[in-house]
């Protein structure tokens, strides 16, 4: 059984390049969310897949995206970044979305925006 | 608003000592709350549900719905207990509302 693991761990980009972030979930779980965490705070949601399908979003602009395909794994895209989403990005898998046992989280992709 | 307010950033309590790490929420409904840790290098990882009511290395949290409140405890702390840990309020299908963390060192 393997955990959730990220790419990549670290990047730096540049305020209004765009970036990829991807997230493989735990074996068997079909639920992924994606949260930020920005330095000194908890962890803040962005949004959830569920199926392929987006279920639920926090309070982020929709230059903030997400994918996830038939086999679980995820996407967060953001377009057009500014210096304010340097963050740690961390990508959550639960089992389903009807069972909440608690999530289990990726170790996330460091970004800074220069 | 759903919120969960973690009051102290930092705790440093010595080895052998009780330890206790408050959480206050604000949920108007029936709450679900959950303590994440993270230790030194690495992922965040559950350390207890209230639904469950169990005992993970030796912290338990009672669910307080009178005061609102969450509070982490063990009575008697050891230094591998030195670490970040989250209070989180389940709002919604899997949303965590996290609070921002308290900072615990276990002092030899």
């Known amino acids: 059984e393997t955990g959730v693991t990220q790419s990549p761990t670290h990047l730096i980009k540049t305020r209004g390049q765009q970036v990829t972030l991807r997230c493989s979930s735990q074996?068997?779980?079909?639920?992924v969310s994606w949260y930020q965490q920005a330095l000194g705070q908890g962890p803040q949601f962005i949004f959830q897949?569920?199926?392929?399908?987006?279920?639920g979003r926090g309070n982020f602009p929709p230059r903030f995206s997400g994918l996830q395909f038939p086999n679980y794994s995820s996407e967060l895209n953001v377009n057009a970044l500014e210096l304010d989403d340097s963050a740690l990005y961390l990508c959550?898998?639960?089992?389903?979305?009807?069972?909440?046992?608690?999530?289990?989280f990726g170790s996330g992709t460091r970004l800074t925006v220069v | 608003a759903q919120r969960v307010t973690q009051p102290e950033k930092l705790l440093s309590v010595f080895k052998g000592a009780p330890v206790e790490l408050k959480c206050n929420y604000s949920?108007?409904?029936?709450?679900?709350l959950f303590w994440y840790v993270q230790y030194s290098r690495q992922r965040l990882q559950l350390l207890l549900r209230h639904i469950s009511r169990e005992s993970i290395k030796g912290f338990t949290a009672d669910l307080n719905k009178g005061e609102t409140s969450f509070h982490l405890k063990k009575p008697f702390a050891q230094e591998e207990d030195s670490a970040m840990y989250y209070c989180a309020l389940k709002r919604g299908a899997q949303k965590l509302v996290f609070g921002q963390g308290t900072r615990l060192t276990i002092n030899p």
């Open positions: 949920y108007s409904g029936s709450p679900e």
């Open positions: 959550a898998s639960s089992l389903d979305l009807t069972v909440f046992y608690g999530y289990t």
């Open positions: 897949y569920y199926r392929e399908e987006e279920n």
């Open positions: 074996s068997g779980h079909n639920t």
